[in-house]
């Protein structure tokens, strides 16, 4: 008997078991059905309902129609899901600002000492030969000499360690070296700082620059270039003018007191931002946000075998070698023209400081343009880009032919010779300011996550020897000619940069394609391939 009633049990727990699963087929088909007749619903609602949604209910974004650049950075602010591996910006515009006031004190140094070279030279008791040599062609030279390998062993270090760290020292160290100016009676000690804020000035750029293409995705890298070029820019005209106003006011030495405590405040907001991850923009790596289970994969770490890797893409060579010549122009204007225009052309200091002042208002715009430019024609064809570069080039020598020649100061009025001075200060603020940003975000580009900021440092290597250059020419020019005449010579280095700037329309594309392949490789999901492989307890594989 009870064997009988023990095969019974069974029976009913079997029974029991096939009508709980069939239950639960009938309740998953029933839910399918639901599903499926809810979509079929859901879209013939939505196909007759689309346009009357449309005519009436779209919501549409902010535009900036005045402003098509600010439009730009709205969309990438507003709409980051348009994207897969776009950030939500939102998260990360108070460390882009904070990070952007920071380069641009320090970019305040740059070009300090171009508005006071004739009030050194009193100071010190110089002649105007000592003048152009000692100050003017020693300071610039010293300052890049120094400057351009250091930056790319400092943006090397900070492509392998904590990007926020190395620019934390290294601001520091700038800001408080800086003390030493002010209180300085002699002049070597003066070079020695000039040498040293070189290095650490302009090792300030390719990690700013880095970070912020890790905060853009790759459709929206132009806006982080022309974010860059605005700043240091704008660094640069603002701190040669804070320079010329305060020293004709209060001697060259009160410029080096308080740029450094402005500076030294900046560093307190700095060190409390959270900066995005390398390749975040890119989507092969997890948002800050989100904590690390693991170190950061090798392949997102520089090696020195990835940059030379990047020394042979075509396109790096072409942007480091057009960077040489079109440099150039601007190591002697950073340095002579502010006094060319105080001295030769008989402006006041003042006014020469303000004849800058167009002058950056220009080059704002033309950064602006730029970025504008860039985004339309990738929309149509990249290889555009390196040709609008090389026009804004040409159409340029013409309005500097004219700003150099007696026509706009001999037989005019002062106002009237000011006023035509300041207009074509500013014209060639925006032309020679396109190229610029379109040269940055063709950089970012071609260049994969992990090396743009060497691969940025080497650029600026080429920039800056073409601003040692710059004055060495300049000076040795002076001997058959006058400063006028000498400046006007050296700005026809500008064709050379034009026509390396053109052949960048014959690799740009190719280059650009390789790099979003190799994204594309590591792309594969790799935070959930990550996930996954913790979860079975596995380590995650090198990635090429």
């Not at 240091?232 to 308080?258: D, E, H, I, N, P």
Request: hydrophobic share 45%; charged share 15%; aromatic share 10%.
């Amino acid at each position: 008997m009870p064997r009988v009633l023990s095969v019974l049990a069974s029976a009913r727990k079997v029974h029991a078991t096939a009508a709980v699963a069939s239950l639960g087929m009938g309740l998953e088909r029933e839910s399918r059905n639901r599903h499926d007749l809810g979509s079929d619903k859901a879209k013939n609602g939505a196909k007759c309902g689309n346009e009357h949604a449309n005519r009436i209910f779209v919501s549409k974004p902010l535009r900036f129609e005045c402003f098509p650049v600010m439009d730009e950075l709205h969309v990438s602010l507003e709409h980051p899901a348009k994207e897969k591996s776009q950030l939500v910006m939102r998260q990360y515009l108070p460390a882009i600002l904070v990070l952007s006031v920071n380069t641009l004190l320090l970019y305040f140094y740059y070009n300090s000492f171009a508005p006071v070279l004739s009030l050194m030279a009193k100071d010190y008791g110089f002649s105007n030969a000592q003048r152009d040599y000692m100050i003017g062609s020693r300071f610039s030279t010293v300052f890049f000499l120094i400057g351009s390998p250091a930056s790319v062993i400092v943006s090397y270090i900070a492509d392998i360690y904590d990007r926020k760290t190395v620019l934390l020292i290294s601001t520091f160290l700038c800001h408080m070296t800086a003390f030493v100016v002010p209180f300085s009676t002699t002049y070597y000690p003066v070079l020695c700082w000039r040498g040293l804020s070189g290095a650490l000035v302009i090792s300030s750029l390719p990690i700013y620059l880095s970070i912020l293409g890790d905060s853009f995705p790759p459709s929206r890298r132009s806006t982080a270039s022309v974010i860059s070029s605005i700043v240091v820019g704008f660094g640069m005209l603002a701190g040669q003018t804070l320079s010329g106003f305060l020293s004709a006011r209060f001697g060259w030495r009160f410029f080096f007191k308080l740029v450094p405590v402005l500076g030294l405040f900046t560093l307190l907001f700095l060190s409390q931002i959270t900066l995005p991850r390398r390749g975040e923009a890119d989507g092969i790596a997890k948002p800050a946000s989100q904590p690390l289970t693991k170190p950061t994969s090798q392949s997102l770490v520089a090696s020195a075998r990835d940059v030379l890797s990047s020394l042979r893409v075509r396109s790096n060579l072409l942007l480091f070698l057009q960077g040489l010549p079109g440099s150039v122009p601007w190591g002697v204007y950073s340095s002579y023209l502010h006094d060319v225009l105080a001295n030769e052309k008989h402006f006041s200091q003042d006014a020469a400081s303000s004849l800058f002042l167009f002058f950056g208002a220009g080059a704002a715009l033309g950064n602006a343009a730029s970025g504008v430019l860039c985004r339309v024609m990738y929309c149509f064809n990249r290889a555009f880009v390196p040709v609008a570069i090389a026009i804004g080039y040409l159409v340029s020598m013409p309005l500097l032919a004219l700003l150099f020649s007696p026509v706009v100061t001999e037989g005019v009025s002062p106002a009237c010779s000011f006023g035509l001075h300041a207009l074509l200060l500013f014209s060639l603020g925006v032309l020679l300011n396109i190229p610029g940003p379109a040269l940055k975000a063709l950089l970012l580009n071609v260049n994969r996550p992990h090396c743009r900021g060497t691969a940025t440092a080497v650029g600026e290597l080429f920039n800056n020897a073409g601003r040692i250059l710059g004055p060495v020419v300049f000076t040795w020019l002076l001997r058959t000619r006058d400063r006028v005449a000498s400046t006007l010579s050296v700005s026809n280095f500008f064709y050379i940069s034009a026509a390396l700037s053109f052949l960048l329309c014959y690799t740009v594309e190719d280059d650009e394609d390789a790099v979003k392949e190799y994204v594309k490789n590591i792309k594969v999901s790799p935070m959930e391939r990550e996930d996954a492989l913790e979860s079975r307890g596995e380590d995650a594989p090198l990635l090429p």
